[in-house]
């Protein structure tokens, strides 16, 4: 079985990126992390170890409010166990994609209630 290290972050869905990171950063004293990476979406924000990516409300209705919710949560891991994670997803017959995020790759799946999990790493090959 492969190893994970612990939750690397969450990804919200909000009505307002910059408000909702500037809630956190003077909240909570989170700071802004890999400015200008993916032309600014999501944004990501942390304090040590804890991390959330902030992303738009996909809601293009103007008719329907915006909701907010959790888009994913991300488990991180090192290089040689988000390969062995590939390799028993595949032997489970658990599809999944493969994205490189320029500083880190990831996988996404999803679980039996369709909620999506990412693995990822940051070592890179």
Same mark, same amino acid.
């Given at each position: 079985m492969f190893?994970?290290?612990?939750?690397?972050?969450v990804?919200?869905?909000? /009505?307002?990126?910059?408000?909702?990171?500037?809630?956190?950063?003077?909240t %909570?004293?989170?700071?802004?992390?890999?400015?200008?990476?993916?032309n600014?979406?999501?944004?990501?924000?942390?304090?040590?170890?804890?991390?959330i990516? %902030?992303?738009?409300?996909?809601?293009?209705?103007?008719?329907?409010?915006? /909701?907010?919710?959790?888009?994913?949560?991300?488990?991180?891991?090192?290089? /040689?166990?988000?390969?062995?994670?590939?390799?028993? %997803?595949?032997?489970r017959?658990?599809?999944?994609?493969f994205?490189?995020?320029?500083i880190?790759?990831?996988?996404?799946?999803s679980?039996?209630?369709?909620?999506?999990i990412e693995?990822?790493?940051?070592?890179?090959?």
């Open positions: 190893e994970l290290q612990g939750i690397d972050h990804a919200l869905s909000v /009505r307002d990126v910059e408000r909702s990171a500037n809630w956190y950063i003077e %909570l004293g989170f700071e802004r992390r890999f400015e200008g990476m993916w600014s979406i999501p944004v990501f924000i942390g304090k040590g170890k804890a991390a990516a %902030l992303f738009p409300s996909a809601n293009k209705n103007p008719e329907t409010p915006k /909701r907010s919710g959790i888009l994913h949560f991300a488990f991180g891991t090192d290089r /040689r166990n988000f390969l062995v994670a590939q390799e028993e %997803l595949t032997n017959g658990i599809a999944f994609q994205q490189d995020h320029e880190s790759h990831s996988i996404y799946f679980d039996l209630d369709g909620h999506q693995i990822t790493t940051y070592e890179l090959p």
